[in-house]
């Protein structure tokens, strides 16, 4: 089973998945982890590239690209060998994080801009995502706490509240697939209804 989670700056995907994972694995579920851009050797060599804020010059298309670069190589060398053993694949981002990002966010064109995302993935879909849904201004204040400020980061609030627009409209396309966590709850609350979410899905497949 290929489960995403997605969310905007500052949701927790990062904090939640450890947890999630030694959790599944209590449970009896065999998880493999991993992240976009990065997870393979490749992908993690062009996390750098993306990251990197010395990159200023760099052009909405060619960072479209390279995130479709690290992308196909981690689905052929990690996703889909994983899923064939009947694992649990949870990857932090996937290809919605184009759409959100770049589509909404940066304004690319969505039909184009599908057409690169499933050259990159082989059409490969995940069975479930979960969107930690944040209100923009706490999750960029959450994030200038912590760590390092990426190239990524630096973009306007504006942008971070298309991209938030942009993951809402995904949902109601495809329900289905989406389930949306609160993630202004207290941590606990969200860690237990992202294990609630994983449970339930992973049960019926
Ligand atoms: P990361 O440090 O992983 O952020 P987070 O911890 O919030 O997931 O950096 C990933 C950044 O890359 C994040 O700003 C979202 C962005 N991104 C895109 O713009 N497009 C994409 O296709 C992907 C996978 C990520």
Known sequence: MFITLEGPEGAGKTSHIPALVQFLRESGYTVFPTREPGGTSIGEQIRDVLGNLKNTEMN???????FQ?????????????RLALGEIVLCDRYADST???QGYGHRIDL????????FATGGLT???TILLDLDVEIGLQRKSKQQEWNRLDAYTVDFHRRVRVGYL???TQEP???RVVDASRPWDVVQQSLRQE???SAGHI
């Open 111 to 118: 039909v184009e801009l599908r057409r690169v995302v499933t």
């Open 69 to 81: 670069a690290a992308r196909a190589q981690i689905v052929e060398e990690v996703i889909r060998p």
């Open 198 to 200: 994983i449970t339930k």
């Open 169 to 171: 409209e995904l949902v």
């Open 99 to 101: 759409i959100a990002y």
């Open 176 to 178: 289905q697939r989406w």
């Open 126 to 128: 995940p069975d479930l």
């Open 60 to 66: 909405p298309r060619t960072e479209i690209l390279l």
